[in-house]
């Protein structure tokens, strides 16, 4: 049987959904305010967490099946896209922190520009992979796979931020594609989300909205 790649589309649409949001959310923040920059600072850093868990699962678990399934399946526009993306990374990590250590207009500014300069690499990169990888991926993956590829990425990331990517694939989704992605997470990660980690979800939306 072969994947149902929406799932990992649904992946892309929390990404882009989640970081269009960013620059706006950034700007809204009152300078000075350094307790609502921490809060949209930290939900910058959790993006940045959640996009790099995502390339890791891809290259321990897609990339090499595709190679040995599809030789020449991966476009070299998906590699440079993910590599500008990777290279913007670390500055928008530094920026992030140093506006929530001192939250002055300047700070603000630069990581406001920067994240817009950051989604534009994104989009590129999914784009790119949506558009050359996808196809052969649908082809030559089956749904273990795909299940392999969202567990490497969960259980790579710090475990209170599991919860929270869990919450965003399913809130910035239709129902249809949530009901996909939750129907392909892990049995432990569906009992813990019911058991505690829907609540957590809910406190951080509310505090993220409140700032």
Request: overall charge negative; aromatic content about 4%; proline content about 6%.
């Amino acid at each position: 049987m072969p994947a149902d790649v929406r799932v990992i589309v649904g992946i892309h649409e929390c990404f882009r959904k989640e970081f269009a949001s960013l620059p706006l959310r950034v700007k809204a923040v009152p300078v000075d305010d350094r307790a609502r920059a921490d809060v949209v600072g930290r939900h910058v850093l959790l993006m940045c967490d959640l996009l790099a868990a995502h390339d890791r699962a891809q290259a321990e678990v897609v990339r090499p099946l595709v190679a040995e399934r599809a030789p020449g399946g991966d476009g070299g526009a998906v590699e440079d896209a993910g590599n500008a993306l990777a290279d913007a990374v670390p500055a928008v990590r530094a920026q992030v922190q140093a506006w929530r250590d001192d939250a002055n207009v300047l700070n603000r500014a630069t990581i406001h520009t920067t994240l817009i300069g950051f989604e534009r690499l994104l989009l590129a990169q999914l784009s790119a992979e949506e558009s050359q990888t996808m196809p052969t991926m649908a082809d030559v993956l089956s749904p273990d796979d795909v299940d392999a590829l969202l567990a490497a990425g969960l259980t790579s990331l710090p475990a209170d931020e599991v919860p929270l990517a869990v919450g965003m694939f399913l809130e910035d989704n239709t129902a249809e594609v949530g009901a996909l992605v939750w129907e392909r997470l892990p049995l432990p990660v569906r009992e813990d989300f019911d058991a505690s980690g829907r609540a957590a979800y809910a406190d951080y939306r509310a505090r993220l909205r409140d700032s």
